[in-house]
Structure formats: C-alpha cells, structure tokens
C-alpha cells in the first residue's frame, strides 16, 4: 500500500475520470484507492474503483465528485481491500452489475479474454465500448446465467445484499460456486486506517468490514 499523488487528466460525462499517477497504485479490479483532492475541505477521501487502463494511470468507475477537475491533484492511498481474482481455468464468465453500471467489473473483460474465455455481462444500464464477443443481457437472466458460468463475478451494493441472496436462492438447485466473488458497494471512509466501522457488512453469522476484508467476498460466504 502507498500513499502518494496523482492528477486528474480527463472528466467524462458519466462521472468516471482519468486520473494519472505511480503505476503501483493501480487497483486490481475490485481493489479501491482513497483519494481526496488535494486542499479540498471535503472531510472524507473517497474510494475509486479501477474500470479501464490507460496511459500512465486508468480509468475510475464512476462516480466520482462532482469537484474533480483536469488538473484536480488527489492525494491517493492504496491499492487497498480484495479485488477479484479469476480463477487461471475459467472459461465461462459472467459479470453481474446486480444494481448499478458494470464499470467496476469492466477491468475483468480483458483478463477472461485473455484466458480464452466467453464472456456474459448482466446488466439493465446502457453500455458501450463492449469488445463485440462480450454478450450482454439483462440482470433477470441471472439464475440461468449462473448455471452457465464456471466463475461470476458481482458488483451489488450493501442495501440489496439480500435481494441479491434472495434471488440466487429462489433457484434452489443453483450450484454453488466457490468462484463466485461479489463486490459489496458501501461507504469505506477511513479505509481500515481508523477502524470507524462505517462499512460493516454481515457475511455469514460475522461483520467483517468492506474496507479490508472485501470489499470483494466469495458468493459462498454470502448464502
Ligand atoms: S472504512 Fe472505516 S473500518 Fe472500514
């Protein structure tokens, strides 16, 4: 982990930026930076979420504050949390944007395709600048999806972790896939840094908190 700076170089109309900065700081899809813009009074850093590569830095997931600007210098700390990780003989990949749009599971498209894998990305948000082999359908083909895939990764946010859990097991012959990984969505302000607690999520009988120990969990833990 590494505290250091980087510059905003381009904003783009969705709220995601292009932000410059030490290559070691690049987050793994799933894995978050903190970043808070340099003299701002903004009391909080926030999490920025890998989406694409870019030139000497990537490409944040939106959103991002509306403050950020070309030239905004952010003060970043990280790669923090648990990102990802696809398993090496995965060739049926489905990325789930269970609520929200698919860019924090943008990052994985690249890495499945480069292990020669199908890729199924669930989402009801419109998206583009999809590589044409990537299939999209709507978040409702789930289950089916599931049954498809040999690894799936999710993006939900900590108010629809139910829902989530509700849906999977309304299948009830789901098979439950260790590889699965979802990516809870919630506030992480401190980052593991003050221990606040304000991510706390209940996996299993247990809080865990986002921040260090996800925000990316396996799907078992979950049911
Ligand atoms: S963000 Fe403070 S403990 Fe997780």
Avoid at 91 to 105: E, N, Q, S, V
Avoid at 146 to 162: E, H, M, Q, T
């Amino acid at each position: 982990m590494k505290l250091e700076k980087g510059i905003i170089k381009e904003t783009f109309l969705d709220g995601s930026v292009r932000i410059e900065c030490p290559h070691e700081l690049i987050p793994a899809p799933g894995q978050y930076l903190l970043a808070h813009a340099n003299a701002s009074d903004a009391p909080l850093a926030d999490p920025v979420f890998f989406s694409h590569s870019a030139p000497n830095g990537f490409v944040t997931a939106p959103p991002t504050p509306n403050s950020w600007m070309p030239g905004t210098i952010l003060n970043l700390r990280g790669p923090l949390g648990h990102g990802f990780a696809i398993p090496v003989a995965a060739r049926k990949i489905a990325l789930i944007a269970f609520d929200d749009y698919p860019a924090r599971l943008h990052g994985l498209i690249p890495l499945a395709l480069n292990q020669n894998a199908e890729v199924v990305l669930l989402c009801d948000s419109q998206v583009n600048d999809l590589p044409e082999v990537v299939e999209v359908q709507p978040v409702k083909a789930m289950q089916d999806i599931l049954l498809w895939a040999d690894y799936a990764a999710v993006d939900v946010s900590r108010g629809k972790v139910n829902q989530l859990r509700e849906k999977i097991m309304e299948q009830g012959h789901v098979r439950m896939r260790p590889e699965a990984q979802v990516l809870i969505r919630t506030q992480m302000p401190c980052g593991a840094l003050a221990e606040c607690g304000v991510c706390a999520v209940t996996i299993g009988h247990y809080w865990k908190m986002a921040c260090k120990d996800g925000p990316v969990f396996g799907l078992n833990e979950l049911l």
